[in-house]
Each structure stands twice: as C-alpha cells, then as structure tokens.
C-alpha cells in the first residue's frame, strides 16, 4: 500500500475511533436527560425523573412532570428543574400531541419543579400556581437557592434562569374544565411545602401528588410540616386514585402500597425526634442513636437524612411546647 493511502486509512480509523467515542460520550449525555414520554391512562402521560438528588450527572432531571391531552389543548403538572429540561419535556409533549399547550400547574415551588417554565411561558402556556409560594418567591431563600443551582447545575442553569412566578395565584382548591376533562386542583399544603397542590385528573382517576409522595428515594423533608403531610397523605387516598404519579419515582396502580414508604418514613422521623425532643436529647446524640437501618440504602439518604431529621427535631420542639 503506498505510503500516502496508508496514511489515510490510519486517518480513517482514527476518524472512525474518535467519531465512535464522541457517539458514546453523546449517548451517555442524552441517556442522562432522556425526557421519554410514559402513558398511564386514556389522557394522561408523564415523565420520570432519575432517582437521587439533583446534580451534574443527571443535569438537574431527578422529578417527575405530567401532562394531559385533551381535544382542547395540553395541561401540564410540573416543568421540572432547568429550563433545557423545560424544552425536552415540550419536546415530549410534542411526541404525542400538537395541541397547543395551555396551562402549566406548578405543584409546589421548589427549584427541581419549576425553573423550566421559561420553556412554557415562550411557548404561550399560562402558569398557575398556589398564592403560599409567594412568600418563598420573595424571599432570600428562593434566591439562595438559585445560587446554589447556578453552581452545581451549571451550565444548564446559569445568570439567565429566572425565578418566574405565575400568571394566576390560586386560593384554596379549584376545579376547572378543557375539552371534556374536570381538574381538581386541592390545596394540600403546607405540608412538603407552604403551597402544595395535588392534581386529580377526574374521568381518568389519575392523581398526580406532586412532592406529597416520594417513590423510591428518601423524601426531601427539611422544616416541612410533616404532620400535615401525613394528613395530606390520608386525603389523598380518600380521593380512590387508579394510578398515582408522584412528585418523584415511578408511577403507581397501587397508591395505598407506594405510599408507604414516604408515610413509614416521616413517621420514623417524628417518632425518634419527637422522643428525643420531649426528653431534652440534643440533636447529635438523637441523630446517632436513631436506627436508620431500613432508610439508609435508599437513594437520597446521605443528601438528605441529616438534614430531614434535624429539621424534625426542631418541628418536634415546637409540638412539644404547644403541647405544655
Ligand atoms: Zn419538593
């Protein structure tokens, strides 16, 4: 083979090689933000986020969003955590349906449910949201939150994510209609957070929890009210859902089982702490002598255990003295 096309058949490899790494590093990428539509009834599909916290790896898709189609146009539950994830999840929406998209719920303002409804606000959706969050909205909290995403999330969420707030605030619960279909938005908070909302799609028995339920990984409970969680947890079941789709983890035929685990959970929480409050433990001891065996292998638990059951502790000390 003369020199020169040997040359160029090692280029070609080379070419091949290269092309074929880059190929692997792109599917991994796409892998990680794979935004796939899953259906779980006649009108209702939803899409579910990697288990864990958010982080660079799962470029901040670690919670679910739903959507439903009607023949009048696409509600959505949620636009999750960036506003790259914002667009992958119209994207989704456009896999299935070319109805316009007109209502964006936003189940409760927390950064891994809401920083992608730029995506929708473009798009011409209005967004709804309970009028508890504007507080946290306004707060530094909400800001300091946004720093640390710009941070670890970096560059999916950068100095141009904003803190969008709603079109509508809503008050207490509120029902409404599109092509045929009954919403029932109900204010479960504040429990996970001060402006929960649960979404009950009405002809379909579909509930869609938000942060109410965690699937699969410990919850994010932090100063959450987790006593009215768990009442929240009790009014939710009463409403007979056939499928439940959570705030985090897969969807369920069977929400009485599945939720479980986040009701075992917090009731672990508030009984080790509710003990060590009453009897004056400090924190670090409670914390140590506390069995987290059943908890700890569960996805979440080192991010978010420490500071669940701190936040408990404090909540605890605060039921006890009302109680006194
Ligand atoms: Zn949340």
């Given at each position: 083979m003369p020199a020169s096309s040997e040359r160029g058949a090692r280029l070609a490899r080379m070419f091949v090689g290269g092309a074929c790494a880059l190929l692997a590093a792109a599917a991994v990428a796409a892998e990680a933000v794979s935004v796939k539509p899953v259906r779980v009834s006649e009108h209702v599909w939803y899409v579910q986020g990697q288990s864990g916290v958010a982080d660079a790896a799962n470029q901040g898709f670690n919670s679910n969003a739903g959507f439903v189609v009607t023949p009048e146009g696409v509600v959505v539950i949620d636009a999750l955590g960036t506003p790259a994830l914002g667009r992958a999840l119209i994207a989704a929406i456009r896999t299935v349906s070319d109805q316009p998209i007109r209502r964006v719920i936003v189940t409760h303002y927390h950064a891994d449910h809401f920083y992608g409804l730029s995506a929708f606000r473009q798009a011409g959706a209005e967004v709804w949201a309970h009028k508890a969050a504007r507080e946290y909205l306004a707060s530094g909290e909400a800001q300091a939150r946004l720093e640390q995403r710009r941070r670890e999330l970096a560059p999916w969420v950068d100095e141009r994510t904003p803190l969008l707030t709603p079109d509508r605030w809503l008050e207490g619960n509120t029902s409404f209609a599109l092509g045929g279909l009954h919403f029932d938005l109900l204010?479960?908070?504040?429990?996970?957070?001060?402006d929960d909302l649960a979404v009950m799609v009405r002809e379909d028995a579909v509930l869609l929890s938000g942060d109410i339920v965690f699937s699969g990984r410990v919850p994010f409970?932090?100063?959450?009210d987790s006593r009215r969680w768990l009442a929240a947890m009790d009014e939710l079941l009463r409403?007979?859902?056939?499928v439940l789709i959570p705030g985090h983890g897969a969807a369920s035929r069977d929400p009485v089982a599945d939720l479980a685990f986040t009701r075992d959970y917090l009731r672990h929480l508030r009984a080790a702490m509710g003990r060590a409050a009453e009897d004056m433990v400090p924190f670090e001891e409670a914390y140590r002598q506390t069995d987290w065996r059943r908890f700890e292998?569960?996805?979440?638990f080192d991010a978010a255990n420490r500071v669940n059951a701190y936040g408990t502790y404090l909540l605890m000390e605060r039921e006890s003295l009302r109680k006194k």
């Open positions: 204010y479960v908070g504040p429990a996970h957070a001060p409970v932090g100063n959450a409403l007979k859902p056939k292998n569960m996805p979440a």
